[in-house]
């Protein structure tokens, strides 16, 4: 067991190598196949380290390892330090500073916030309800969603899907934001819409990956100001109390969870515990287990997999759209990964379902097309031609890696809808720079 352990870590620090010798070609840790390997790095280090004493499966780590690989490989195909220098020289009067957006994100923001409280309303809960006794509230609501007696409703849907433009335009704004503005607004009207989701709803991962596109949102604006460092200067105060307040509001969500089921403190602990073992780890022991089943090695859970979803598992939002109508589990996959009274999760990565939809060998083919299509997206954002398609496409993908450690995140249709909102708006941003700078109009602060 342990030379199985220290070969999967072996893998995924080459996960990390991988990323870094991309980063060396180059020239920034800022480029799609960088930031890929970053995340599954930690995807898969974190875990393996945390919870050294879990069996995994290292040839699971190790397709990760090769498709991050065939992700990145048409980094090769362009001279990036050449196009940096293009970009650099090139002239574009397109800023993320405007009037425009400014007001757009603020009406989408208060939008999303206004459909969630309606909805609430149509679930049954008053406004006093929500406000004077929330811990009850945020209990009913998730044991309704787990019970699936939450109805859908178009409001409810509408602030899905502005909820996620919400965060990227924040993201942008706060980039572009000057040394002597007060960001602190930018953040709260970004982030509100999927705190409320997940503190009321119970939906933690609405607010990480509003989290994701807020980033995106920066990288773009780094890429646009020719920045090419990751992170800027970092004040440890500051990151500590954001992973404090984090760490308190998952905290009350896994709370909810639990719900009134009359556990001691010492029981209420211990499934804290495993719940954020499981939400942290659980993925990767969880695709090992079942990658293992796949190479005929015996597994922990047992799995009928047929092989043959033709796409479904990875881009279910597409087929929802085309009128598939197959019913699937909450979660997607109705099996679960238990690990003592450690792990227990049914989180399969977006592995799983690409290896069902196209083979191991289609699979990996996904990943070279995709990182083909990335990099020559980023491309064009680095030379500043049609940014709003590539600067949508780019935040949007970063949101993709965060989820892969879950699913695809192409499997939701507000996904594909917020991306689709989020260029729109990015194109009329373009509009309104090019006939201010034509007319020489300010396009700046309100």
């Not at 974190?46 to 069996?55: A, E, G, K, R, Y």
């Not at 010492?266 to 190479?295: K, N, R, T």
């Not at 047992?302 to 279910?316: P, W």
């Amino acid at each position: 067991m342990i030379s199985q352990k220290l070969l999967a870590i072996f893998f995924s620090l080459l996960i990390l190598g991988q990323a870094w010798l991309v980063r060396r070609h180059v020239g920034t840790w800022i480029f799609p196949a960088s930031i890929l390997g970053l995340f599954w790095f930690a995807y898969t280090f974190i875990p393996l380290v945390l919870m050294f004493q879990v069996p995994v499966e290292p040839m699971a780590i190790g397709f990760i390892l090769v498709s991050c690989l065939a992700f990145s490989f048409s980094a090769l195909i362009f001279n990036w330090r050449k196009l940096y220098q293009a970009g650099e020289s090139a002239v574009s009067p397109i800023r993320y500073d405007t009037i425009f957006l400014q007001l757009t994100f603020y009406v989408l923001s208060l939008t999303a916030i206004t459909c969630m409280i309606v909805n609430w309303s149509l679930q049954g809960f008053t406004l006093r309800e929500i406000v004077f006794d929330f811990y009850q509230t945020a209990v009913k609501y998730l044991t309704m969603r787990v019970r699936g007696e939450v109805s859908k409703n178009i409001v409810s849907q509408l602030g899905v899907v502005l909820t996620y433009p919400a965060a990227a335009l924040g993201g942008l704004l706060y980039g572009a934001r000057r040394k002597d503005d007060a960001a602190v607004s930018v953040v709260i009207f970004a982030m509100a819409p999927s705190i409320l989701a997940m503190l009321v709803e119970g939906n933690k991962g609405t607010l990480f990956l509003a989290m994701a596109l807020f980033w995106g949102g920066i990288l773009v604006c780094k890429v646009s100001n020719n920045d090419r460092k990751l992170f800027g200067q970092i004040s440890w105060v500051k990151l500590l109390l954001v992973a404090v307040i984090l760490l308190g509001m998952v905290s009350f969500a896994f709370l909810a969870r639990i719900g009134n089921n009359y556990l001691d403190t010492g029981q209420e602990i211990e499934q804290m515990i495993m719940y954020f073992l499981s939400y942290s780890c659980g993925h990767l022991y969880a695709f090992s287990d079942w990658f293992s089943w796949v190479l005929g090695k015996p597994a922990v859970s047992s799995y009928s997999d047929t092989f043959d979803g033709g796409g479904f598992y990875t881009f279910m939002g597409f087929f929802r759209l085309l009128g598939d109508d197959r019913i699937v589990m909450p979660g997607v996959y109705g099996e679960y990964y238990v690990y003592k009274n450690l792990l227990h999760s049914n989180i399969y990565t977006i592995f799983r379902g690409l290896i069902n939809d196209f083979g191991l060998l289609g699979a990996g083919l996904f990943w070279a097309a995709l990182g083909l299509i990335s990099h020559a997206m980023f491309r064009m954002l680095v030379l500043g031609r049609c940014r709003a398609l590539p600067a949508s496409f780019f935040i949007y993908l970063i949101g993709f890696f965060y989820t892969s450690f879950i699913i695809s995140l192409l499997i939701w249709n507000s996904a594909l809808a917020s991306c689709i909102i989020t260029a729109v708006i990015l194109l009329g941003n373009e509009w309104f720079c090019e006939r201010g700078a034509r007319h020489g109009m300010s396009v700046g602060r309100i």
